[in-house]
């Protein structure tokens, strides 16, 4: 009776607890600093395209897009120190002075509210340059204007400094930002070159005519997205580019010899990675405008090979997120034709008249729908039976132990997170389940070796039951729009069979569905090669700690014998060194740390000089005698130290 007293009393106490006090409001600095993934997505270090310091930049230099777009400024200013810190000028009017202090500091302000000085602009919501000066350890922006500039200093969003003098330089606006390195944002960030230009390039493809000076290097396009199918093409295009240009859209496409369809599309000059209305609409049109000329043909054999760009220009273009990367708009404005409408117009107009005039061209892409309706006529029965298996196969799967979230979860704001490692036999995917993330890492076992692909039709996709298997889990075979996982994970080990495994999986997707590495989805989970500990004392390391707490070991995990060499002198004297040989050796309690927040993955990547087929051809084809020379020639030899292993 008294117990329960207790616990009443206690209960009433802590309503009490609930008053005037408990309630508090932030300023819009303190709130984005708060929550900054409200406004800008992930945190994340700078690995990865999605990370947030690449938002900051983006916030930026769309105010500068802005004013090219209006015609005030043709060049643009971009330089990164160190990796670490980030200028911007642009010769466009420049921040009005009067209410410059507002314009980066105090959110819900801005020039774009009413669509008169910008039009269609992608940054309409007065939040993003407000977010890069909250989350700057510094932040700096001089607005030059008829012959005067005002200079004001930031730190953590809060006002430090504000000058207005004489100037003789031109127009424009000038911005300098730190992302704040604090452990509960950017820890230990670091802006990746190729990450940055490649955005870079994204915005001259859009802006023909726009210079843009990134560290003293210039990038410039002259012929739009035509260029941009140019430098991201890995397999020869079939016919040349046809590129289209209308009010508010452009459109390019060709065919290749590959699996898949891929999409680059981009809204007001935002990519917009994950697709939406616009990249919908074009893929329902260009294949009813190319069977409509025809007379026949599916749709599905019309975009096997398709290799396209769409950008449209929108007023008041409405997104899933603040970070932009799916359209969720229906209308080019608020009175205006839907997306789908006015895209499908301009395809059939367009598109039909071109194929009209360009018999050659038509002729070509009538033999390449042919050919992809041959070959799924052939494996129209192995394809029926292979469904049939995985539907069965994905109700009681045991090559997969799925997650609770999916990258195809719309609303779901964790799907981003989602992932699946594919691991090779039963220890290493039994430690790696052992230890994730239940809501958001799924893993794929594999039996052993897979078939090398290469030089085989999407028949074997179907006929092999793993490739299947692994086809159906990550639910491809019509397409991204329907990917289940935003990064798929090659886990092999890093010996000689798991180098081999790794090259096969990743030649199955490069040759069946080069477009999930081309979008940035496939990765490779990088695992520590050693553990170096002190033995300072016998007894268990519990947690893997470093902090030199009396009783615990001293651990460091070392990924390269640079780290290992470093943590022995760090660790000294008389170090106990574990090599890793698989991963199955590694417990899951240890396991967890990898694929944690602190998890190395390595991005599959595809460049503009690289020839997929070519590659293939000689990595993965029946030259065997030429590789081995080349081996023969190259191989270096790296003895171990019997003394540095248990």
């Known amino acids: 009776m008294s117990d329960e007293y207790t616990i009443n009393e206690n209960s009433q106490q802590q309503l009490a607890d609930y008053d005037d006090d408990n309630i508090k409001t932030l300023t819009g600095t303190e709130h984005i600093r708060l929550r900054p993934g409200m406004y800008i997505g992930r945190l994340g270090d700078g690995s990865f395209p999605e990370d947030g310091i690449y938002v900051l930049l983006k916030e930026v230099i769309d105010n500068s897009i802005d004013e090219f777009k209006m015609k005030a400024g043709d060049r643009i200013e971009v330089n990164i120190e160190d990796n670490l810190r980030v200028s911007v000028r642009d010769y466009g009017r420049g921040i009005p002075q009067g209410k410059m202090i507002e314009a980066v500091s105090v959110l819900n302000t801005g020039g774009k509210y009413d669509s008169k000085a910008f039009k269609k602009s992608i940054g309409l919501n007065g939040v993003g340059v407000k977010a890069v000066n909250a989350l700057s350890t510094h932040f700096e922006v001089h607005s030059f204007r008829d012959g005067k500039v005002r200079k004001a200093t930031f730190e953590q969003g809060k006002l430090i400094s504000d000058v207005t003098e004489p100037t003789q330089d031109e127009n424009g606006t000038y911005i300098f930002f730190e992302p704040d390195n ?9 802006f990746h070159d190729e990450i940055v230009e490649n955005m870079l390039r994204n915005y001259t493809y859009l802006n023909t005519g726009l210079a843009i000076m990134y560290n003293g290097r210039r990038i410039l396009s002259r012929h739009g997205l035509e260029d941009l199918l140019k430098d991201r093409m890995t397999n020869d295009p079939l016919y040349p580019i046809i590129h289209l240009k209308g009010e508010d859209i452009e459109v390019a496409f060709t065919h290749a010899n590959q699996y898949g369809e891929e999409y680059y599309s981009f809204v007001n000059g935002q990519h917009t990675t994950q697709g939406g209305t616009h990249q919908s609409a074009f893929k329902e049109h260009i294949a009813k405008t190319i069977k409509e000329f025809f007379g026949k043909y599916e ?34 404005a608020p009175d205006g034709d839907t997306i789908n409408k006015y895209v499908g117009d301009f395809i059939k107009q367009q598109v039909d008249n071109y194929l009209h005039i360009h018999q050659d061209v038509a002729e070509v892409i009538e033999n390449k729908v042919k050919e992809s309706e041959r070959e799924r006529k052939a494996m129209a029965g192995v394809t029926k039976l292979a469904r049939e298996r995985a539907k069965k196969a994905n109700l009681h799967n045991r090559k997969l132990r799925d997650c609770r979230i999916h990258f195809s979860d719309v609303k779901n704001e964790r799907k981003e997170e989602s992932c699946i490692f594919i691991t090779e036999g039963d220890s290493a995917s039994g430690s790696i389940t052992k230890s994730r993330d239940v809501n958001t890492q799924a893993v794929f076992s594999l039996r052993g070796k897979p078939l090398n692909s290469f030089g085989l039709t999407k028949k074997v996709v179907y006929e092999n039951e793993e490739f299947n298997l692994l086809q159906a889990a990550l639910d491809i075979e019509e397409g991204l729009d329907t990917l289940r996982y935003n990064k798929v994970i090659v886990a092999t080990d890093a010996d000689v069979d798991g180098m081999h495994i790794r090259l096969l999986i990743i030649t199955f997707f490069l040759q069946f569905f080069p477009e999930l590495i081309k979008k940035g989805h496939v990765y490779v989970l990088q695992t520590p090669l050693f553990r170096v500990r002190n033995r300072r004392s016998k007894i268990k390391d519990k947690a893997m700690r470093e902090d030199g707490k009396k009783g615990d070991f001293v651990t460091r995990y070392c990924y390269s014998e640079e780290e290992r060499v470093k943590a022995i002198q760090d660790l000294g004297p008389d170090p106990e060194i574990t090599r890793f040989k698989g991963l199955g050796e590694i417990s899951p309690e240890e396991f967890a740390g990898f694929i944690g927040p602190d998890i190395r993955l390595e991005q599959v990547t595809l460049h503009k000089n690289d020839q997929v087929q070519k590659l293939l051809e000689y990595y993965m084809g029946k030259n065997t005698m030429e590789r081995q020379n080349f081996i023969i020639d190259n191989l270096v030899i790296e003895e171990d130290k019997p003394e540095d292993y248990e």
């Open 182 to 190: 604090d452990t509960k944002l950017f820890k230990d960030y670091k």
């Open 299 to 332: 749709y599905g054999d019309i975009r096997t090979g398709i290799v396209a760009a769409i950008a449209i220009n929108v007023e008041e273009p409405v997104f899933e997120s603040q970070t932009k990367i799916k359209l969720g708009s229906t209308q080019m």
